[in-house]
């Protein structure tokens, strides 16, 4: 059943957003709405609406067509656009904090674990959902999983480290220790030969992926780092960019990066905290999510940012740019998945420079 | 337009007001398991990856820490017992902290209740405040050995609830041989008799709470005091009393001459004067003799360099003409009478050239606006604000916001050779990196001024602001009594009261009811009998080190013993490049090349020279040799132009060089006994070489004695 964002609509089509809450168990907006008035009449005011626990990461599917966001109660894929939840996947681990596609869709990379305890990967198959393997080889939860290859993959935990595994193995193929704090992000770069790292030791490291070498370290952020993305690179032979690498902090700023050659090349800093950021397809613009529920959206070349959109009233955890149409979904604290037309969030025309 | 949203828009606030309150039920839990202290996850680094701000103190960076960060990690809202911030305090999982909470107690409880209604930080945190914590009994006397009561806490809210949160309230003893508290009853067991006192911390709040058993059940009566002095020497009786403390008798005069003599003037009492004193039958000779010491000149010197000391009165390289300026300065705000408040006024307001305007060098003293800020608060309020750079203060009302506004307040000022208030200049606040505003600590954040050093000096001297006369008059006392009311002087606060709170305040609206008036405050103290008793103890009173029982004896300042020994021996010290027969309480800069000062301990003034009163009598071990084996003493007692040659060139006899020494370095005649001893000792030496060698040695060991050392 679609819920949708203003109650006082009637009609689904005619809002460009749209709001859902994965209210695990209950299915449509009508039971829990009975349920709040009965316990309303009876007293039970405080208990009125069960609490969702934050959406912690989202990940459209390869073809766009649904968006699946993670959270304490389990993974739900939602159709997009409308959001309706389609089916919930349940999981053993006990928070999920990651959610990636090999590059071929065929397999779904999850990943969370048992906090202070266990970092654990769930590989799934796709679009079954059903668990392929499971490699269990952090001391804390996975923060971060990204793919090397349909293959190959690699994960990013607390407990410091970034380990390289092959589907189907137990062992990992490598570590990389350096980290002096829990890793929150990792991004595959240069084709699958640098994989950068950003942790809460506020750095950014870069590392060679076939030795485990240290290549660099870029150290201009002063607290601790959420996300990193990489630009894009388009498909086109006019185009040629070079690598882009975006970071997001505690210490309010966005940085761009030159990896391959460790340069800062731009940033700005915003009056809240940005935590998780996405480039547009065509990576002509930068969206980040931020602490106070809201989405900003940053032109990369003058790192001006554009405008700003309340998505919600807390802390959004997950952004993520449709594959195809453009438009976001972000989810957060609020236990709220919701959809942001491509009108909404970028209003200048989207045009390759 | 269908109305089923209407039950939504009314359901969802009420759902999201959830019973338990993150600030004022979630955060004591954590204080009272002691989560959040400095050893802990209130370091300023955290740990393990986890930091919570030191005692509660910034319940919003706490529920950001533990409800927000990492994608909520640490609250596990659809298995509330699955929670990091459960499971790691209860050690189902591994934690480094250890066992701090009992999975089945209510606090526990409490704090699963809080995720499974989802964690919220509530509406009632923001609707609801902690106004203030009351304690009872806030003070006992508990009589008889073991002793005990129950302490009870309750906590009082903006919204008029009253809660008991005893259970919640962290009780702990500042000495733990000396007071038991049970932490989940509050049950209190005294273990030793004296006057111990207990620290209750709920929220943002921390009390004393003062128990006393009595040493004995002996009381020495209360004064029978009158006139100005009453006050004072009924709070002192009367916690001896309740104590169970004896008093010592007043000190003799000779005593009493001495000691008011280095307290007031810093110098020694002439001979001359010593037996004119001892002559006086006039009951009113030693209020006389107050005044007399209050007037002269040595007490303009000898004040200007407390003052100095305090106010940290150093020459920067290269600046010692500000200096001479800013000695020469507060030399005669002394001399005219002027009152501390416009002493005070004057230095935080000056500007200009420092090589003219003598207190614009309060400006130079330190450098950074953290560091005034830090400095002022010390000199002018006696209380530390420096930890409230990183985190609330954990043990004083100081928050972040007051250190960096009051240091916001210095921030324009530029510290060169020309002091003045520029356009620009901020302080960044480290929690929000915005700047910070100027502030009034712990009272209010200033309006934008041409420069807010003016409301902060206005402030500051008014009659009724807390802090700036009791912090005075407890330093004045301190230099009178051996000890200040408040020890350190310079860290006043709830947590660290004073030994007589009712005398520091009864003082202090004396001091500003007097126009500040040091003399007068210093003439009440020295006027009191608690001034006057003797430091000989008697049975019951050996142990007092603050009670004010007998006079404490202090060592001698590194200055005035140098004086005292030039005195003595009329032999001057040369300091520096000054002229001989300078001397050393009239220095201006304390780094003047000395071996004297340097060996008997000076204090730089680059810090604060305010020592806690246990080195302070100690001395240290390179001064005691010195004085034992140095030329500090040996070459001048040696010399032929001191008291020594004068006395044997004239002809004196042994019996005659004895007691002059005896007034000039103790300030009393010899005893019958010690006259005996020393004749036996000396006269048997005909030869003169062999007899001045005597004579020496006695006064080397009259200049090494604990009574010559030491104001008693």
Redesign the interface.
């Known amino acids: 059943m679609f819920w949708p964002a203003y109650p006082w609509s009637t009609d689904p089509t005619d809002r460009k957003d749209r709001t859902v809450f994965g209210l695990a168990g209950l299915g449509n907006m009508w039971q829990v709405i009975c349920c709040n008035v009965w316990m309303w009449c009876f007293g039970v005011v405080s208990l009125a609406i069960a609490t969702e626990p934050p959406i912690t990461a989202l990940a459209f599917d390869p073809d766009g067509r649904s968006i699946l966001a993670a959270s304490q109660s389990g993974l739900i894929e939602h159709a997009w656009p409308l959001l309706e939840p389609q089916r919930r996947m349940g999981s053993s681990l006990v928070s999920i904090h990651s959610l990636a596609f090999s590059p071929d869709g065929s397999k779904l990379a999850v990943g969370g674990g048992t906090p202070a305890e266990q970092g654990v990967v769930e590989i799934r198959s796709w679009p079954e959902g059903e668990v392929l393997c499971t490699v269990d080889g952090h001391s804390d939860t996975v923060q971060s999983v990204t793919w090397r290859n349909n293959d190959v993959f690699a994960t990013a935990s607390l407990d410091h480290e970034v380990v390289l595994w092959r589907v189907g193995e137990t062992h990992p193929i490598r570590r990389f220790r350096g980290h002096s704090k829990g890793v929150t992000t990792i991004e595959f770069m240069a084709d699958g030969a640098l994989i950068a790292s950003g942790a809460l030791d506020q750095n950014i490291r870069i590392w060679n992926v076939e030795t485990g070498e240290l290549v660099r370290t870029l150290n201009n952020h002063t607290r601790a780092i959420h996300e990193l993305r990489k630009r894009p690179q388009v498909n086109d032979s006019q185009t040629r960019r070079l690598p882009m690498l975006a970071s997001v902090s505690d210490d309010r700023t966005v940085r761009l990066w030159q990896p391959t050659i460790g340069r800062l090349v731009r940033f700005c800093r915003l009056d809240v905290v940005p935590l998780s950021v996405a480039w547009h397809t065509n990576g002509a613009w930068l969206t980040v999510a931020c602490d106070d529920g809201s989405v900003r959206n940053i032109h990369p070349d003058t790192m001006e940012v554009v405008n700003v959109t309340n998505a919600a009233q807390a802390w959004l955890y997950a952004i993520r740019v449709h594959p195809t149409d453009g438009s976001l979904a972000v989810g957060g604290r609020e236990g709220q998945l919701r959809r942001l037309s491509n009108e909404q969030i970028v209003p200048l025309p989207i045009t390759m420079p | 337009?269908?109305i089923?949203?209407i039950?939504?828009?009314?359901?969802?606030p009420?759902?999201?007001?959830?019973?338990i309150d993150f600030d004022h039920d979630v955060i004591p839990v954590l204080t009272k398991a002691g989560c959040n202290t400095g050893a802990c996850h209130g370091a300023a680094i955290g740990r393990g990856?986890f930091k919570l701000s030191l005692y509660g103190g910034d319940p919003a960076a706490d529920y950001r820490a533990i409800a927000?960060e990492?994608?909520?990690?640490?609250v596990?809202?659809?298995?509330p017992d699955?929670s990091?911030l459960l499971?790691?305090p209860t050690e189902a999982?591994?934690h480094g902290g250890g066992y701090r909470l009992d999975p089945d107690s209510s606090a526990v409880a409490r704090v699963t209740d809080w995720i499974r209604?989802?964690?919220?930080r509530g509406d009632r945190a923001a609707k609801r405040r902690f106004v203030r914590l009351e304690v009872s009994p806030q003070s006992a006397v508990i009589r008889g050995s073991g002793g005990h009561l129950t302490l009870k806490a309750v906590a009082h809210f903006s919204d008029g609830l009253s809660r008991d949160v005893t259970g919640e309230t962290v009780f702990k003893a500042e000495d733990p041989a000396a007071l038991e508290v049970d932490s989940e009853t509050a049950k209190t067991r005294v273990l030793r008799g004296g006057r111990h006192i207990i620290i209750a911390r709920y929220l943002s709040q921390v009390m004393p709470i003062e128990i006393i058993q009595p040493y004995s059940d002996r009381t020495s009566g209360v004064t029978r005091g009158g006139g100005q002095t009453q006050f004072v020497d009924r709070s002192v009786d009367t916690l001896l009393a309740t104590l169970g403390i004896p008093a010592s008798g007043a000190a003799d005069d000779a005593s009493f001459s001495r000691r008011v003599s280095l307290d007031l003037t810093g110098r020694l009492p002439e001979p001359g004067s010593v037996r004119s004193f001892l002559g006086d039958r006039d009951p009113e000779r030693r209020v006389k003799l107050i005044d007399r010491l209050l007037a002269s000149e040595a007490f303009n010197e000898y004040w200007t360099l407390q003052l100095a000391k305090l106010l940290r009165i150093h020459a920067q390289p290269g600046n010692l003409l500000g200096v001479e300026k800013y000695h020469a300065w507060l030399k005669q705000q002394i001399s005219e009478k002027v009152g501390y408040d416009v002493v005070a006024r004057s230095v935080l307001t000056a500007q200009g050239d420092t090589h003219q305007i003598g207190p614009a060098n309060f400006f130079r003293t330190v450098s950074g606006p953290r560091e005034q800020a830090e400095f002022t608060s010390e000199l002018f309020m006696g209380s530390r604000l420096r930890c409230a750079n990183c985190h609330n203060h954990p043990l004083d009302q100081w928050t972040q916001d007051d250190y960096h506004g009051l240091a916001a307040i210095f921030a324009r000022v530029q510290q060169g050779q020309v002091v003045a208030v520029a356009s620009g200049g901020q302080v960044i606040h480290p929690r929000t990196?915005e700047n910070a505003v100027p502030r009034i600590p712990g009272e209010h954040f200033l309006e934008d001024s041409d420069d807010p050093r003016e409301a902060l000096a206005d402030w500051l001297i008014s009659s009724d602001n807390p802090y700036f006369a009791r912090a005075m008059v407890n330093r004045l006392w301190k230099a009178m009594m051996g000890r200040g009311l408040v020890e350190p002087a310079d860290d006043l606060r709830a947590t660290n009261p004073a030994t007589h709170p009712k005398l520091l305040k009864t003082l202090a609206e004396d001091f500003v009811g007097h126009q500040f008036d040091l003399r007068h405050t210093l003439r009440l103290i020295a006027s009191s009998d608690a001034y006057s008793r003797s430091s000989r103890t008697v049975s019951g009173n050996e142990i007092d080190d603050r009670y004010y029982s007998h006079r404490m004896s202090q060592s001698l300042e590194p200055e005035v013993l140098a004086d005292a020994i030039s005195d003595v021996l009329e032999v001057s010290e040369r300091y520096g490049d000054t002229a001989l027969g300078t001397r050393a309480v009239t220095l201006v800069d304390p780094g003047i090349e000395s071996q004297t000062l340097d060996v008997l301990g000076r204090c730089s003034r680059q810090d604060t020279c305010e020592t806690p009163v246990l080195v302070q009598d100690n001395g240290g071990l390179s001064r005691k040799l010195h004085l034992f084996n140095g030329p500090l003493l040996n070459q001048r007692i040696a010399s032929n132009r001191g008291r020594l040659s004068r006395l044997l060139e004239s002809g004196a006899t042994v019996e005659v060089v004895v007691d002059e020494f005896y007034l000039a370095a103790l300030g009393r005649p010899v005893s019958d006994g010690e006259k005996r001893f020393w004749n036996e000792r000396l006269k048997s030496f005909a030869d003169p070489t062999e007899k001045r060698e005597q004579l020496e040695d006695f006064v080397w060991g009259l200049l090494t004695c604990k009574e010559f050392v030491t104001n008693h």
């Open positions: 337009m269908p089923w949203w039950f939504f828009a009314v359901v969802i009420v759902g999201s007001d959830s019973r990856g927000l990492l994608k909520g990690r640490r596990n809202l659809i298995d699955q990091l499971m790691k999982t591994e209604h989802g964690a919220h990196g």
